[in-house]
């Protein structure tokens, strides 16, 4: 026993000290070695970096780090921590800037916190946590440039008394860790001995901040067509929105191993195989991938005996026989839908000639309504089956919900409304687009609405300001966020640097980004961020009403109709005939205190009640 410490001790060179390994009846000391010993069969092999392991080999012990497995049990150096890495926040991301640690070490970190605000190749975004925990130890200082993916950055703990363990944990420890592979490539070759060509599997990016799965809504491309540098592949639905996921390498496409429609499947997961020659695709017609995912599947409801009611048998018309109405989902191109829904055409009774049966514009453009029965047959009439119908839950729904029930248990609301008069800026409208006329550019009430929103809150910056829990951030631009409603459910893009732009650049900035999202065509840089939301439903008739903060925002404007008032007056009548708009200001009560809201909203009328001095 004290034959091999001695044989230990002495071939063990200066450079490895460090380090306490024990057990019952044996010690063995070194210092400053972050190794450990395992007994094993009298041989020793030392993987400390540092050390030569031909001078152990005699020894009888096997060095490894960072634990001490004797006996079965373990002996950690270190507490239990995880070790968080620079993920991909951007489908095209591959290095990133560390621009701010929103938490110092020893913070506690709640679920959906930000621990870091990070600057991709795309914009400067928000990293959220997804779990309880405590920053032990920051790797990366603020300002580090050029991170590849996969870097460790921190180091998290679960509990408080464990963050001084790593008080002088060093970079340098984790240093050498292998690179992250790309997040759209799995695997450049083929594995050792596989019977398949040189291949590479291309698996499913993270496209949003946020976005943990996603749903294959369609492919653009089918096996054995070419693919070039930044060939839209698919289209992704995300918690956000529907997104296009581009190629980065060129190639055949030799696979489809998630077929259109199916529903959560999870980041990472093989999406298709790509191959470099086109001799190669056919070596994976059969090929199969053990995937985890299910396709998308509406739960069966209870089936209700419904008796039908008697309808008298007409006869036979081969003129109005209708074509057979397609089951399941209906594949159509975004604007093929818009085409339609303008037209009132049926998709039921449209027959697509796209890929997979898909409908596209040639098809409705071209479409002849089937002929109309004659008069007095009353066409038959559909009896629904069961008492009800399970729609199932999109991404972006879910999201959505799941945002808004973290705005209304976590943010103190408190709600200020006030009566504005619109008629001067019905006047200046009229007159600004006679000018504009000539530009087909139409001015509506909502792009003054932005405009004063954004220069109040120059006025009051304390409605342009978030909630970072260990302070409070005021914003030096205003970015408006304008609630757009989506088949798909709610999303606000984004007006940038509102406050320096005219109602003309506002106005054409609005509409192409409501319809972008309405088509599913917004990027994630164009509806992530935003210090200040406005949400309108006035033109559905709707007086007042109250919004849901968007958080981390401080403040979302409730825009209601307009509406003819009496309002008294020093006329002959003694009153007068008033336009009145209702708005409603929303406001989180731990960054604005309700004399602040009420000194933004009185900003605010003036600037429409006087709309010419948005000039000044």
């Keep these: 026993m004290f034959r091999s410490v001695r044989k230990l001790q002495s071939c063990v060179r200066p450079s490895c000290h460090g380090g306490v390994v024990s057990s019952v009846g044996l010690s063995f000391r070194f210092r400053g070695l972050h190794a450990s010993c395992t007994i094993s069969r009298l041989r020793v092999q030392c993987v400390t970096p540092r050390c030569s392991s031909n001078s152990l080999v005699r020894t009888g012990l096997k060095l490894q780090s960072p634990w001490l497995n004797v006996g079965g049990r373990r002996w950690y150096s270190l507490p239990p921590h995880e070790k968080v890495a620079l993920p991909a926040l951007s489908p095209t991301m591959q290095t ?6 929103e938490k110092k070490e020893g913070d506690k970190i709640n679920e959906g916190d930000i621990i870091a605000e990070v600057e991709t190749d795309k914009a400067t975004v928000g990293f959220e946590s997804l779990e309880e925990c405590y920053l032990a130890k920051i790797l990366v200082p603020e300002g580090t440039r050029d991170l590849p993916l996969g870097s460790i950055i921190c180091i998290t703990v679960d509990k408080p008394e464990d963050v001084d363990a790593f008080k002088n944990y060093k970079l340098d420890s984790v240093a050498g860790a292998p690179a992250a592979p790309s997040p759209t490539a799995a695997s450049s ?5 596989s019977s398949y ?5 291309i698996t499913l990016p993270a496209l949003s901040p946020t976005m943990t799965v996603g749903t294959v809504q369609r492919w653009e491309k089918k096996v054995g067509e070419k693919l070039n540098e930044g060939d839209l592949l698919a289209e992704i639905e995300t918690d956000k929105a529907t997104i296009g996921f581009e190629v980065q390498e060129e190639g055949y496409l030799a696979k489809i191993l998630v077929s ?6 999870p980041l990472g997961a093989p ?8 001799s190669d695709i056919a070596a994976f017609a059969d090929y199969k991938e053990m995937v985890d995912i299910k396709p998308a599947s509406v739960p069966t409801p209870p089936q209700v005996a419904v008796v039908p009611p008697t309808v008298a048998q007409a006869a036979p018309t081969p003129a ?7 089951t399941g989902r209906i594949f159509i191109s975004p604007l093929a839908k818009k085409l339609a829904a303008e037209k009132g055409i049926d998709l039921r009774q449209v027959k697509g000639t796209g890929p997979e049966g898909r409908i596209t514009k040639k098809d409705v453009e071209s479409f002849v309504p089937a002929p109309v029965a004659e008069a007095g047959i009353p066409p038959p009439v559909a009896v629904p089956t069961g008492t009800f119908t399970d729609i199932p839950i999109s991404n972006i729904r879910r999201v959505i919900a799941q945002r808004l029930v973290q ?6 609301h408190y709600c200020l409304t006030i009566d504005i008069h619109m008629g001067a800026v019905l006047q200046m409208r009229e007159e600004l687009n006679e000018v504009l006329k000539s530009e087909n550019i139409k001015l509506s009430v909502n792009d003054f609405i932005i405009k004063a929103s954004a220069l109040a809150c120059l006025k009051v910056p304390e409605a342009n300001s978030s909630w970072m829990d260990t302070a409070i951030r005021q914003h030096h631009v205003v970015d408006v966020s304008v609630a757009v409603s ?5 999303i606000t893009p984004i007006v940038f640097n509102a406050h320096v732009k005219g109602l003309a650049t506002i106005s054409k900035d609005v509409f192409a980004l409501a319809t972008k999202a309405r088509d599913g065509k917004l990027q994630p840089q164009e509806y992530q961020g935003g210090t200040f939301t406005i949400s309108n439903l006035g033109m559905y008739g709707i007086k007042n009403f109250s919004a849901i903060i968007n958080p981390p925002q401080a403040c979302i404007l409730a825009v209601g109709s307009s509406e003819e008032r009496l309002i008294p007056a020093d006329n002959e009548k003694g009153f007068d005939v008033a336009s009145i708009m209702q708005v409603t200001l929303s406001s989180d009560h731990r960054v604005v205190d309700g004399a602040v809201g009420a000194q933004w909203l009185s900003e605010f009328r003036k600037l429409l009640e006087r709309p010419n001095t948005m000039l000044l």
Aim: glycine share 8%; aromatic share 2%.
């Design 486 to 490: 989506t088949d798909a459910g709610l």
């Design 320 to 326: 109005a026989s209708a074509p057979p109405e397609p």
């Design 96 to 101: 990133g800037t560390i621009a701010r640690w």
């Design 407 to 412: 705005s209304k248990q976590t943010i103190p």
């Design 260 to 265: 259109e429609g199916t529903r959560d499947v």
């Design 189 to 193: 070759l083929h594995t050792p001995g």
């Design 197 to 201: 060509p040189p291949h590479m599997k």
């Design 271 to 278: 999406l298709c195989i790509l191959v470099e020659r086109e």
